[in-house]
């Protein structure tokens, strides 16, 4: 493995007792300004017997070094195919003038300078809601800086010098006047025992030589040649593997299993556990204990939603669209006044569940000892890991060791820790480490699903074709209501998470009202990426398209008027509209659509602005997507490369969801269970992808999740130009070429 790669192998040590502190209250961490950075025995890397085998030297929580100048960059983002395990070192390897080339990196967890709060989420470890490159960019600078002073002033004191004499460059300290340099390997002795400056100066941006730069990740080396560890590949002394089986049905449990002793009696089974809401099988190889699983008889609670159905479901939906009574969100002006006086233009737009469908189901290695809990695994939310297990088990959470590994993929599914606690508890039964592997079917039926949601729009244009009034309902199964009932009650009863961007809409309308109804369901949900908003920006923009049409005005001019006060909007739509062609007549058979959308990080945390074109031309009665073109302004630009697989990866999953993804429900279960019944895109589908990246001198802000939204509403408009049909509910009834 390449030395640049991860030396994910660390996930099989037990942390040492500094890695561990966790407080249970009185957390330091306060957004992205709080540096709680330390030196000593609770740096990071100072792992129990490392130091003196390894011959590291730890600087800060970030940061240690070996003599020959071997640098370790600490991450305490997990890596889920976003990028972080390259852009986040970047921006510290560029302020601590670090030589990229002896750069490693190195999950970590278990520190205060770990943790964030954000996203509406109490101070905590975890990767959600695109936060990573603005909550990290200002602490990892100074971790650098940190360090390239220490090693300043190290150098300077070795070579005899005054420090203003001297300066660093790629992991050396140089003396200007004469050229003599030491390398941070030869000064890291001295460097790690000097205080650290709180407050050091951080580098302009004509200083910066890797922030900008297109570097290639780090972490695909290890990942093509399968040195990589993920989730699925951890192996620990004495470890046995578990299958488990889940009810057919929603909120289903296990009564009894009527051949358990038959089951225990095959080949290589160890135990059957039956817990709350599954049956697990225990067995010296997975498919040992995936075959005895299948082969369980067991007798199944159906729970309290046996007859749930997705066509009542959305007669419920479509009911409360009609509703005398909802939740006001936002109100500006008069608009009942407006659209009362003047013929409205109407549209009802809806959207199902889906469910995040990693590439890697969901799994993770536990090991519950006397007083003391490893977890190995591909865990979105560490300390979420922590509070649960601790709960569960009453143990402290400095008593929860949780190993990072890298993720098959997450969307948001793997920060709850459902499978976690499967793992421990089958860990508990057997006094043993323990593997327990969902299998695909159970993955996609007993998931934490993104809600569903309808819309309802109407609008009255004025002489010009521009909107005077709108009103903007949407009604659905609300997250904040399921998980965050305080974020829920404390805005006065509607779900910022199911109208995202309308609350806050960007568009200059004198005269609007949004508001909401919440259809509860006994369906589990959570987050997904983008979560709200790809329905909320499908039924805005899809809207949005419709005026503009019944105008007979252009979409991109349309929107230059409802965006004519915001100069960071305009400057992507002009941007994204001139690469595109837009005003050049197609090409024949070739039919085009577009979409904007202002991606505010969840508690107002960033703002991403996206314009996205699409073009497609029939074949045969199916749309043959040729090519899409994403603007994006994401403020600085760390990493380029990065942006372009974000964003490009973020069209994939957005076209996956608007022709492909829907969850159903018959007889109180999912009606799908594999890629089969629930097929993602595939290569041949996926169009051209061209991405715009606006230069901004703003601080970078969220990317991971922003590409998703507008990219439906923009599909439609494409698709009516070449059908002459609407489409407003997804997945679009539209096959591809």
Same mark, same amino acid.
């Given at each position: ?159 005899? &010098? *005054? +420090? ?8 050396? #300290? ?6 003599? =340099?030491? $390398? @941070? ?77 038959? &089951? *225990? +009696? ?8 039956? #817990? ?6 225990? =067995?010296? $190889? @997975? ?114 060791i949780v190993h990072t590994t890298f993720v098959g993929g997450s969307f948001g599914r793997k920060y709850v820790p459902d499978f976690v606690i499967h793992a421990a508890l089958a860990s508990r039964a057997v006094k043993r480490p323990v593997k ?228 159903t429900f018959a007889d109180g279960a999912v009606v799908q269970s594999n890629f089969t019944s629930y097929p993602l895109l595939s290569l041949r589908e996926m169009p051209r992808v061209e991405v715009v990246i606006i230069d901004s001198d703003r ?39």
């Amino acid at each position: 493995m390449s030395q640049r790669a991860s030396s994910v192998g660390m996930e099989c040590r037990p942390e040492v007792p500094a890695r561990r502190t966790f407080l249970k209250s009185g957390l330091a961490i306060a957004g992205s300004l709080v540096l709680p950075l330390t030196i000593g025995e609770r740096a990071f890397g100072a792992r129990a017997g490392e130091s003196a085998n390894a011959g590291f030297y730890p600087i800060n929580d970030w940061i240690r070094i070996d003599p020959t100048g071997r640098t370790v960059i600490g991450l305490s983002q997990v890596e889920v195919g976003q990028g972080v395990y390259t852009g986040l070192p970047q921006v510290l390897a560029d302020e601590m003038d670090a030589d990229w080339k002896q750069v490693s990196v190195e999950f970590v967890t278990g520190r205060d300078a770990y943790r964030i709060e954000a996203a509406n989420e109490p101070p905590q470890q975890f990767v959600g809601a695109s936060m990573s490159v603005t909550m990290f960019y200002t602490r990892l600078r100074v971790a650098g800086a940190q360090a390239r002073e220490a090693f300043l002033h190290a150098g300077a004191r070795r070579l005899g &010098v *005054r +420090a203003t004499q001297c300066i660093t460059q790629q992991g050396r #300290v140089v003396h200007v006047q004469t050229g003599r =340099a030491l $390398s @941070y390997g030869e000064l890291v002795a001295d460097a790690a025992k000097l205080p650290l400056n709180p407050h050091p100066r951080l580098k302009t941006s004509s200083g910066q030589h890797l922030i900008g730069q297109s570097l290639h990740k780090l972490d695909v080396p290890a990942k093509v040649d399968g040195t990589a560890v993920f989730g699925i590949d951890v192996q620990v002394p004495d470890m046995l593997t578990g299958a488990i089986r889940m009810a057919p049905t929603l909120g289903g449990a296990p009564v009894a299993v009527r051949n358990q002793d038959a &089951v *225990r +009696a095959m080949p290589g089974v160890v135990d059957v556990v039956v #817990v709350k809401d599954a049956v697990i099988v225990i =067995a010296q $190889s @997975y498919w040992q204990a995936k075959t005895a699983c299948d082969a369980a008889d067991i007798e199944w609670n159906p729970g309290t939603a046996p007859h749930l159905e997705s066509a009542t479901i959305l007669a419920q939906r479509k009911g409360a669209l009609q509703s005398a009574h909802a939740v006001t969100a936002t109100r500006i002006g008069t608009p009942e006044a407006a659209l009362a006086a003047d013929h409205a233009i109407e549209a009802d737009y809806h959207t199902p569940y889906i469910v995040h469908a990693t590439m890697e189901p969901v799994c993770a290695t536990v090991h519950v000892r006397d007083g003391e809990i490893e977890v190995w695994g591909p865990v979105q939310g560490q300390d979420k890991v922590r509070w649960a297990l601790g709960g569960i088990f009453k143990l402290p959470y400095d008593k929860i060791i949780v190993h990072t590994t890298f993720v098959g993929g997450s969307f948001g599914r793997k920060y709850v820790p459902d499978f976690v606690i499967h793992a421990a508890l089958a860990s508990r039964a057997v006094k043993r480490p323990v593997k327990v592997i969902r299998s695909r079917e159970d993955d996609i039926r007993h998931g934490f699903y993104r809600p569903c949601a309808s819309a309802r729009f109407r609008a009255a244009l004025g002489p010009d074709g521009m909107p005077v009034a709108l009103h903007a309902r949407v009604v659905g199964h609300s997250l904040y209501r399921s998980i965050k009932l305080e974020n829920f009650e404390k805005a006065g009863g509607w779900d910022e998470t199911m109208l995202d961007g309308l609350y806050d809409l960007g568009y200059a309308v004198p005269n609007l009202l949004v508001d909401a109804v919440d259809t509860p369901q006994p369906v589990p949900i959570s987050f997904m990426r983008s979560v709200g908003s790809t329905s909320s920006v499908f039924f805005l923009e899809s809207f949005i398209n419709e005026l503009a049409h019944a105008a007979s005005i252009d979409p991109v001019h349309y929107r230059r008027t409802l965006l004519r006060n915001d100069p960071l909007a305009l400057r992507v739509l002009d941007q994204t509209a001139a690469h595109a062609q837009w005003f050049k007549p197609a090409r024949p058979g070739l039919h085009r659509g577009m979409a904007y959308s202002l991606y505010t990080g969840r508690g107002g945390a960033f703002t991403t602005y996206v314009v996205t074109i699409v073009e497609l031309r029939m074949v045969a009665g199916r749309a043959k997507l040729e090519r899409i073109v994403c603007g994006i302004d994401c403020g600085r630009a760390i990493n380029p490369l990065l942006i372009r697989e974000m964003v490009e990866g973020g069209i994939g999953f957005a076209l996956t969801n608007t022709f492909k993804s829907e969850i159903t429900f018959a007889d109180g279960a999912v009606v799908q269970s594999n890629f089969t019944s629930y097929p993602l895109l595939s290569l041949r589908e996926m169009p051209r992808v061209e991405v715009v990246i606006i230069d901004s001198d703003r601080d970078p802000q969220g990317c991971g999740e922003v590409a998703l939204p507008p990219v439906a509403p923009a599909v439609a408009e494409a698709l009516f130009h070449a059908t002459g049909q609407r489409h407003r509910s997804m997945p679009f009834a539209q096959p591809l070429a």
